[in-house]
Nanobody, 114 residues
Framework: VQLQASGGGLVRAGGTLRLSCAHS????????MSWYRQAPKKQRELVAL???????NYADSVKGRFTISRDNAKNTAYLQMNSLKPEDTAVYYC?????????WGQGTQVTVSS
């Protein structure tokens, strides 16, 4: 399985970005899809996840601003990020998990200027 993350960029505070994570393998609908982020000198943290049935979970810091979704027909997961803040600046990684298997994308940089 290969994951291709895209959609990062530079945006002003209050702006929006939409990240995409394309999954190359089969059985995409069975995977738990997650977005993590890692800011400089900080540990990687979970931002949001969506299970196969569509239930979602979010870090407290992004609740109400970010929305994770998936399109099983396109083998793609998304992270819609609204009302971005400078503290959202990080490299964002997507992850696909199924049982003992866990795959990571290459990361996409999100920079929010004040």
């Amino acid at each position: 399985v290969q994951l291709q993350a895209s959609g990062g960029g530079l945006v002003r505070a209050g702006g929006t970005l939409r990240l995409s994570c394309a999954h190359s393998g089969s059985r995409f609908s069975s995977y738990v899809m997650s977005w993590y982020r890692q800011a400089p000198k900080k540990q990687r943290e979970l931002v949001a996840l969506i299970i196969s049935g569509g239930r979602t979970n979010y870090a407290d810091s992004v609740k109400g601003r970010f929305t994770i979704s998936r399109d099983n027909a396109k083998n793609t997961a998304y992270l819609q990020m609204n009302s971005l803040k400078p503290e959202d600046t990080a490299v964002y990684y997507c992850n696909a998990g199924w049982g003992e298997y866990s795959y990571w994308g290459q990361g996409t940089q999100v920079t929010v200027s004040s």
